[in-house]
């Protein structure tokens, strides 16, 4: 026994957030003893296999300086690294967004060169939601385990091969299975936002991910020029093709993309992410923190049970909604706008309250004023990205998302009434800007509130639910819609107004939030904190570890 007759190390850390000390309890201490100055106390000892404490001790006298990923990442500020990282991560955004608008230009051409019904035109674009629901939570899964880098190079590297090979599809049939594929990939294309938001500084969190998805409406605007360009002279075929640029630029740098310190840090890869934090500190020009990062190890990553834990299964289940309305009602819009240039003056459409041609095979092709138009609603998304920095760091997540679904549920009830193209335009236009606004939030929102060791998971599942939306909405704007426009317009003015309420109900805001890592400073039940220690005359001492209940 007097191998633990040996003083041990002690390390004090102070609490840098005073909430944080009623979420860690360590044996021997109780929350109502310590103070608003509160140290935490870890004591550690180590002995070598001939039974002596190889620690260099001076007894309480000396300390040992920590610091977590957060801490380093508020000193390194909003600087060069995260500049680059956002062009990267944009580039992926912007080729997802392109392949995402290609399909309310593609439908209608394919209409008319292949003489296909209504139903198989909106079956075009249900495929591809299809395959992004099936990828999202597999990519999800994978990032989590694997880590971001991974997940994100796999599904661009998936969505550019089978982007390019549907361009070469004989028959409908075909590009029905290659766009599916495409879907696939473009499902794992939220994980750039989390990889991004990891390398954020709580302060720039918000801003910075909602600046980012201005690389989205680049994306979209970019299609739409695109389509104006390439459509009347070179044909659909070279649409596709030219589409998938973003993707393949993306790959060609994606050399430089780090992979997620916090990451590192939850997979036990302590080293890596010591390099990546000295990597941000060289390029922003800051010094790196004093003393030893701090670790917790966990091997449970990427547990869909986690989503469910008492603490956070609300969360779940309203984000699953909210992602699935804003999907629904978002790509719904966007293929309202073609479908109403389309049906002609909007007396005649919404008086006779169908838009069926006489023919069902009788098409019409897209002009170059609907080319214009469909421009004019997709430059919308600026405005709506501008109007939602201005609320999310002032009114916060919820109350954001909420506000953004009622506004474009009012924008939708004009179009009930008799106006003309202009008119409609502005209502579509101003929908189509909140619409996007609130998807970006939410975008903001998820990565949030989930801690890292589930936070791909928790962004592909929530992705994945939305393509249900996305899989729906095709047939409510292109067949519902020539059914029934009242129906059509009173589906997304329902669904938005559900939206809404359900993110007012949400139980986290996130607002000036650091982000999570690990479920062991939840309190949820999911992890413990344990000291074990090794008791002699003189003292005690022990080892933290990380452990988690099964």
Same mark, same amino acid.
Do not use: L, R
């Given at each position: 026994m007097d191998r633990w007759r040996k003083k041990p190390n002690i390390i004090y850390r102070r609490w840098r957030n005073p909430e944080r000390r009623s979420e860690v309890n360590f044996v021997g201490h109780n929350d109502e003893d310590y103070t608003e100055n509160e140290i935490c106390t870890v004591t550690s000892a180590r002995v070598n296999s001939e039974g002596v404490n190889s620690a260099s001790t001076t007894g309480f006298h000396e300390t040992e300086e920590t610091f977590t990923v957060d801490d380093a990442l508020e000193a390194f500020g909003f600087g060069k690294f995260q500049w680059k990282m956002s062009v990267l991560t944009g580039l992926s955004w912007i080729g997802d967004a392109m392949e995402m608008m290609i399909l309310s230009i593609l439908g209608p051409h394919l209409h008319c060169e292949w003489r296909l019904p209504s139903y198989q035109v909106a079956l075009i674009t249900s495929v591809v939601f299809l395959g992004m629901g099936i990828g999202s939570p597999l990519v999800g899964s994978v990032s989590d385990v694997y880590g971001r880098k991974a997940g994100l190079m796999l599904c661009m590297c998936w969505a550019l091969f089978y982007g390019l090979l549907s361009a070469f599809a004989p028959v409908y049939g075909w590009l029905l299975v290659l766009r599916g594929l495409v879907g696939c990939g473009l499902g794992g294309a939220p994980q750039s936002v989390t990889l991004y938001s990891e390398f954020l500084p709580e302060k720039s969190r918000g801003i910075c991910v909602m600046l980012i998805s201005a690389f989205w409406a680049l994306g979209s605007v970019f299609a739409v020029l695109l389509a104006l360009l390439t459509m009347p002279t070179l044909g659909w075929r070279w649409l596709l093709c030219l589409s998938t640029i973003p993707m393949a630029i993306f790959l060609c740098f994606s050399f430089w993309l780090p992979e997620s310190a916090r990451f590192n840090v939850l997979s036990g890869k302590t080293e890596k992410a010591m390099a990546t934090l000295a990597r941000i500190a060289k390029e922003n020009g800051k010094a790196m923190p004093q003393g030893k990062l701090i670790a917790y190890k966990q091997n449970g990553r990427g547990r869909i049970k986690a989503l469910f834990s008492p603490r956070y299964w609300r969360t779940t289940l309203l984000l699953w909604f909210i992602w699935f309305v804003n999907t629904f009602s978002y790509y719904g819009i966007v293929l309202l706008t073609t479908e109403l240039f389309q049906a002609g003056p909007s007396c005649e459409t919404t008086q006779g309250a169908k838009i069926e041609p006489s023919c069902s095979l009788e098409c019409k092709y897209l002009t170059s004023a609907d080319y214009k138009d469909l421009l004019w609603t997709t430059l919308a998304e600026f405005p709506g990205i501008l109007v939602i920095l201005l609320a999310i760091d002032r009114i916060g997540r919820k109350k954001s998302m909420a506000l953004c679904f009622f506004v474009f549920s009012l924008s939708i009830l004009p179009i009930y009434a008799c106006i003309g193209r202009t008119a409609v335009t502005i209502c579509l236009f101003i929908g189509r800007?909140?619409?996007?606004?609130?998807?970006?939030?939410?975008?903001?929102? /998820?990565? !949030?509130?989930f801690p890292t060791e589930n936070r791909a998971l928790a962004m592909g599942i929530s992705n994945m639910m939305s393509k249900v939306g996305a899989l729906m909405t095709p047939f409510v704007a292109q067949v519902l819609l020539r059914t029934s426009v009242y129906g059509t317009l009173s589906l997304y003015c329902g669904f938005s107004l559900l939206g809404g309420i359900a993110a007012l109900m949400l139980p986290i805001e996130t607002l000036g939030r650091g982000l999570q890592e690990s479920s062991l400073y939840e309190g949820d039940g999911e992890q413990t904190t344990?000291?074990? /220690?090794? !008791?002699?005359?003189?003292?005690?001492?022990?080892?933290?570890?990380?452990?988690?209940?099964?």
């Open positions: 800007a909140f619409i996007s606004g609130g998807f970006q939030v939410a975008f903001v929102y /998820t990565p !949030e509130v344990t000291t074990t /220690t090794s !008791e002699s005359n003189d003292t005690n001492a022990g080892e933290p570890e990380v452990t988690q209940e099964e």
